[in-house]
């Protein structure tokens, strides 16, 4: 049951650091779109003569870009920590386990794990 909620646990922490960085991604990648296109609109007069929903969605856009590109590379280098995290403590158990005698399987390591 430990295993489960220790897991929950990980998902929740990694749902969190998703959830924030989306929202941090979508933020600036709208505010760049609001700037872009009030640029555009007194830059241009080809766009100012754009629908008022057409900027709208070049905005909307933008923000969902941010969102998905903040989301994603938040995940990804949250899961690239806890994968480094997790090969620093099973070379520490495999280690450990070597200077005892043992071989270092899952079975080894797992219950090493329950000894620290």
Same mark, same amino acid.
């Given at each position: 049951? =430990?295993?489960?909620? =220790? *897991?929950?646990?990980?998902?929740?922490?990694? #749902?969190?650091?998703?959830? /924030?960085? !989306?929202?941090? +991604?979508?933020?600036?990648? +709208?505010?760049? +779109?609001?700037?872009?296109?009030?640029?555009?609109? #007194? !830059?241009? @007069? *080809?766009?100012?003569?754009?629908?008022? @929903? $057409?900027?709208? $969605?070049?905005?909307?856009?933008?923000?969902?870009?941010?969102?998905?590109?903040?989301?994603?590379?938040?995940?990804? =280098?949250?899961?690239?920590?806890? /994968?480094? =995290?997790?090969?620093?403590?099973?070379? %520490?158990?495999?280690?450990?386990?070597? /200077?005892? +005698?043992?071989?270092?399987? %899952?079975? %080894?390591?797992?219950?090493?794990?329950?000894?620290?």
């Amino acid at each position: 049951m =430990s295993d489960r909620s =220790s *897991l929950q646990r990980e998902v929740d922490a990694a #749902y969190t650091v998703q959830v /924030r960085a !989306a929202t941090k +991604g979508a933020a600036q990648a +709208g505010a760049l +779109g609001v700037g872009v296109v009030t640029f555009a609109h #007194y !830059a241009w @007069p *080809l766009f100012r003569r754009q629908t008022l @929903p $057409f900027k709208a $969605f070049l905005i909307s856009g933008f923000t969902i870009a941010g969102l998905v590109i903040g989301a994603d590379n938040a995940l990804l =280098s949250h899961e690239a920590e806890r /994968r480094q =995290s997790e090969h620093a403590i099973r070379r %520490e158990a495999r280690i450990d386990l070597a /200077r005892r +005698g043992l071989i270092g399987t %899952e079975t %080894e390591i797992a219950k090493w794990r329950a000894e620290r």
